[in-house]
């Protein structure tokens, strides 16, 4: 089984919703109010930023998608994003992304680099914007942020239809400025048209911001570029090294 | 034999934070709004193993939120501090949508039961007969589990690619040395909380035996593939940039 499967298998019945389930009960609900004022959940309050972008399939990059980040920064070269489907509520959790420096980038193997992606383009294009905040606020940070890299596994690959998570992670690219990372019109229009913003406009905006120009990103990053490739993550059975019976 | 202690691990490589970018963040996380993250409403701590390989452990933070009834989705860290590393998922549903799903995936979901059962799997900071309310619940599920950074054996960042990870099906499986200090540092007794928890069941058709990688061990492997389907044409493609 892989990330790169075409079809998951038979999807679950049920009544369309995604993912399928009864509603929540009262009695639930109450549980979790009472263990949320006594825990105190320190991890979600460290998230101080969210980010609204794209995000292709490396196996299938006829796949496109737009995600919600919502990232902590564990120091001035590192961020961790929880990623999902939308912004609401009900947005389901759909993979994780971490997002490094260039300087961290050059000290990974190359065999380590060929998992990442650039995101010079993405926040250029105006494709990478943090809804509600004006642009003049977040300017001095995307001169950062155009020069690291990202790491984004999709654990749910929801724009297929699935109606739970299905199969291992796929790895996922950034938008880029030629071919397969060029993000097709539509998805981008339905994003700006529901925050009434204007990605052409930012593009203009951002023009002259300071970002690596494509020969300064290192080769070994959004690897399809250089390589036509993409990878897929394939599961294997095999013998578990054990302490004890399992299960 | 003991296990790694993660909580003695490296840091992860870097500058400290900048003001200006602090300033901004505080900014940002105050003007923003955070929908999905503020549904998550619980922390609940317990183990993982790889699914290949049940010498290496991992004390597993999940901080998780309902969908539904059925299903939550969980993001999972190192610890549950201010610079915990978020280091997987986990999805937990319903005994009736596990069934629901194709052979060949419920591999990759292990049930609960014992983890629950046991005392193992707890809420810090809830006390036990408000935790037991919920945890009666999680003991018929099954959960699935990505890890993409392999804290315990000393990684300073998240290298390779995601591991399946798996849960404790019963007693002698857990490093004692990573259970007491769980129980010292949350000043708990599993064993005690094993006995309040006597009363509960498991899911009601009995653990699935193609849950829990179907009795084997599940590894990933990457594999570079085509980045398009064959046969598919680009040259049309609408120009944005």
Redesign the interface.
């Known amino acids: 089984?892989?990330s790169?499967d075409e079809n998951?298998?038979?999807m679950?019945?049920?009544d369309g919703?995604v993912?399928?389930?009864?509603?929540?009960?009262v009695?639930?609900h109450i549980?979790?109010?009472?263990?949320?004022m006594?825990?105190?959940?320190?991890?979600?309050?460290?998230?101080?930023?969210?980010v609204c972008t794209f995000a292709i399939y490396?196996?299938?990059?006829?796949r496109q998608i737009h995600t919600?980040h919502?990232v902590?920064?564990?120091?001035?070269?590192?961020l961790?994003?929880?990623v999902?489907d939308?912004?609401?509520?009900?947005?389901?959790?759909i993979?994780?992304e971490?997002i490094?420096?260039g300087g961290?980038f050059e000290?990974?193997s190359p065999e380590?680099q060929k998992?990442w992606h650039s995101h010079a383009?993405e926040i250029k294009?105006g494709l990478w914007v943090?809804?509600?905040?004006p642009e003049m606020?977040?300017r001095?940070?995307l001169e950062?942020l155009a020069k690291t890299y990202g790491?984004f596994?999709c654990?749910?690959q929801t724009d297929r239809g699935d109606k739970?998570?299905?199969?291992?992670?796929a790895l996922m690219m950034s938008p880029q400025?030629l071919?397969?990372g060029?993000?097709?019109?539509d998805l981008?229009k339905k994003r700006d048209d529901k925050y009434n913003i204007s990605t052409e406009a930012l593009?203009t905006a951002r023009a002259e911001l300071a970002v690596p120009e494509a020969e300064r990103i290192n080769p070994q990053a959004d690897y399809?570029k250089q390589h036509?490739?993409?990878?897929?993550?394939?599961?294997?059975?095999?013998?578990?090294?054990?302490?004890?019976?399992?299960? | 034999m003991e296990a790694v202690n993660v909580l003695t691990h490296p840091q992860i490589p870097g500058e400290p934070t900048q003001t200006s970018t602090t300033l901004l963040e505080k900014a940002t996380a105050t003007i923003q709004g955070f929908g999905p993250v503020n549904k998550i409403h619980q922390h609940l701590c317990a183990f993982h193993f790889y699914g290949h390989d049940m010498t290496r452990q991992v004390e597993a933070h999940h901080f998780c939120g309902h969908q539904n009834e059925e299903f939550r989705q969980c993001l999972i860290y190192d610890r549950p501090d201010d610079d915990g590393r978020l280091i997987g998922i986990e999805y937990l549903v319903s005994e009736e949508l596990f069934l629901t799903l194709p052979d060949e995936e419920k591999r990759f979901w292990h049930s609960h039961e014992f983890e629950v059962k046991s005392g193992v799997l707890f809420m810090p900071g809830v006390p036990g007969p408000i935790q037991r309310q919920d945890l009666e619940k999680v003991a018929k599920t099954y959960g699935k589990v990505f890890h993409f950074w392999q804290v315990d054996r000393g990684d300073s960042l998240p290298l390779g690619i995601p591991q399946v990870m798996m849960a404790l099906t019963r007693d002698g499986q857990l490093y004692e040395n990573l259970a007491q200090d769980v129980e010292n540092r949350y000043n708990i007794s599993f064993a005690k909380e094993r006995e309040n928890r006597a009363y509960m069941t498991g899911p009601a058709h009995g653990i699935h035996p193609m849950a829990n990688g179907g009795g084997k061990g599940l590894q990933t492997v990457l594999r570079e593939v085509e980045c398009k389907p064959a046969g598919v044409d680009h040259s049309a493609a609408r120009v944005f940039v």
């Open positions: 089984m892989a790169s998951p298998g038979a679950p019945p049920g919703s993912p399928p389930g009864k509603p929540m009960t009695g639930q549980i979790d109010k009472g263990a949320q006594m825990q105190s959940l320190k991890p979600m309050k460290k998230m101080s930023q969210h490396s196996h299938d990059m006829t919600h919502y902590t920064r564990l120091n001035q070269d590192f961790q994003c929880a999902y939308s912004d609401d509520s009900s947005a389901r959790l993979g994780v971490y490094i420096s961290i000290s990974l380590e998992l383009h294009s943090n809804p509600r905040v606020v977040v001095p940070e950062n790491k596994w654990t749910w739970l998570p299905m199969g291992p992670p400025e071919d397969l060029i993000v097709k019109l981008v593009k399809w036509g490739k993409g990878f897929a993550i394939e599961v294997e059975s095999t013998e578990m090294k054990k302490i004890t019976a399992f299960p």
